[in-house]
């Protein structure tokens, strides 16, 4: 038995598979990760609820794996493939990086996965046969990765863009910047393209005094354990909370022009993670594509490249299951 996992910063997704029938799913879970103090006390639990002991396993996980190990990056937890495989009796582990692991899922996806936010051209809604994709991730941090052709079959490699630094692009993400920078000192791409990006822009917005809203609604924000969550659910009766997912895209279509340019994905760019899909109607108004086909040198090569949103909060997890078939 091989137990697979997507690890992430909110939660991890468990399946515990038969690699001898094809990666077929015996059971599956999530857990919370702040219900843990460190990877191995997740671990410990997965294995508990597990009905049959696995032999093998494959955990992607956020953050840079180099040699084996990993220190993850939206959570202070470090992890070592030979640790693992020693403290739980496994005969291998894996560590991959989750948005390896997303991009060698969405090959994986039906097509009903996938939402067209931009088509591209000339071939419609099909992205050019074994060109480079480019998978962009925003969740609870900015997770970034992109496929190549390999002859016969598609091949992740990692990156880890979401820490490079951001670049604004009119007046209101300078102010943005210069806010973030007085407070924190650097200022990257995840920290305003991503759930804690969410919680940023809000309390920018918020200091500024920025877009309408009730005593309520802000003192609930305020006081929520988790207040992206509390941005997203306000966004109907908060004209704060519309204003930061009106930044949150543009920031987001920012981003994708740029990772277009740095490495020419003709085979689309792939917006996956936890966010999208709860945001794919404010991606498919219009004010993603009004960035995205804005660039002033090469609005070609953007008006060529598809870009779809990734609908499977699974696909992670998909490519950690298939990883070893």
């Known amino acids: 038995m091989h137990l697979a996992a997507d690890i992430g910063g909110t939660k991890g997704n468990f399946a515990l598979v038969d690699r001898a029938q094809a990666g077929r799913i015996i059971e599956e879970f999530t857990l919370v990760s702040r219900d843990y103090s460190d990877f191995t006390a997740m671990i410990t639990a997965a294995i508990a609820k597990t009905s049959i002991k696995p032999r093998t396993a494959c955990f992607a996980v956020p953050g840079p794996v180099i040699d084996g190990t990993v220190h993850m990056t939206t959570l202070d937890w470090r992890a070592t493939e030979h640790d ?7 005969d291998a582990v894996h560590l991959l990086n989750d948005l390896v692991a997303t ?3 969405i090959p994986m996806l ?5 939402v067209t936010v931009h088509p591209g051209s000339p071939r419609g809604t099909s992205p050019v046969a074994h060109e480079v994709r480019a998978v962009i991730a925003p969740g609870t941090g900015l997770g970034e990765a992109f496929c190549t052709w390999e002859g016969d079959h598609w091949h ?3 990156a880890e863009g979401g820490h490079a630094g951001f670049a604004p692009r009119t007046e209101e993400q300078y102010d943005l910047w210069k806010y973030l920078h007085q407070r924190e000192g650097w200022v ?6 991503s759930g804690m990006g969410i919680a940023h822009l809000w309390q920018w917005l918020s200091a500024r005094g920025k877009g309408t809203e009730s005593t309520a609604a802000t003192s609930a924000i305020n006081a929520a354990p988790d207040p992206t969550r509390e941005i997203l659910a306000r966004v109907g009766e908060s004209e704060r909370c519309r204003l930061v997912i009106n930044h949150l895209i543009d920031i987001l279509a920012g981003e994708a022009t740029d990772v277009a340019v740095r490495m020419l994905p003709m085979g689309g760019v792939y917006l996956a993670g936890g966010l999208p899909p709860r945001l794919v109607e404010q991606l498919t108004d219009g004010r993603f594509l009004k960035t995205w086909l804005s660039h002033p040198d090469i609005p070609h090569i953007h008006q060529a490249i598809p870009v779809r949103v990734v609908m499977n909060p699974k696909t992670a997890l998909i490519g950690a299951i298939h990883h070893w078939q």
């Open 188 to 193: 990257n791409v995840q920290s305003v393209c």
């Open 156 to 158: 992740a490699h990692p």
């Open 84 to 90: 693992l495989a020693k403290d739980f009796a496994l």
């Open 103 to 105: 991009a060698s899922g």
């Open 110 to 114: 039906p097509a009903t996965d996938l």
